[in-house]
């Protein structure tokens, strides 16, 4: 029996700050949307993660930067993503998977708009003591 007490252990068993630490990395990625930083956006990503989004297919880091740099200077300029992470689950010590909700708020805008909500799916792995992502999958809520 764990002397810890419940507050510390996340309920995979795996200890409440590696989920806080796996946290961490999504809000990197998602304070880095909100300045449009494509540098930032990626620093969390391994070099070959992939990232499967309505429409494209983005098969490494670089991809990514690319894909990212391109929209925060276009169609997603001024804008910032919400996420709300449903749940963190833990496969070993160093693989986890986030279940979340997420989506797009436009500039003049207080709410995200209702087409940009979207399920995803992150799979991080701890290297050399720090989580990277390597995967990510998003798919919209509604086929609307």
């Known amino acids: 029996m764990s002397t810890q007490s419940d507050s510390t252990i996340s309920r995979s068993g795996t ?3 590696e989920e ?8 990197r990625v998602y304070a880095a949307w909100e300045a449009n930083d ?3 956006f990626v620093e969390a990503y391994a ?9 494209a297919s983005l098969p490494n880091r ?5 894909t990212m740099t391109t929209v925060f200077a276009g169609e997603l300029k ?3 993503a919400v996420h709300e992470p449903r749940s963190v689950r833990f496969l070993g010590d160093d693989v986890a998977v986030v279940i979340s909700q997420s989506a ?3 500039p003049g805008q207080s709410e995200p708009a209702e087409p940009t909500r979207a399920f995803d799916t992150w799979v991080l792995s701890k290297r050399t003591d720090a989580w990277r992502v390597e995967a ?3 798919c919209p809520q509604s086929a609307n």
């Open 15 to 17: 200890p409440a700050s």
């Open 20 to 27: 806080q630490l796996v946290r961490a990395v999504l809000d």
């Open 38 to 40: 494509a540098d930032a």
């Open 47 to 55: 070099d070959e993660a992939t990232a499967q989004l309505p429409g």
């Open 62 to 66: 670089a991809a990514i930067h690319a």
């Open 78 to 80: 001024g804008t910032r």
């Open 104 to 106: 797009i708020v436009f």
């Open 136 to 138: 990510f999958h998003q």
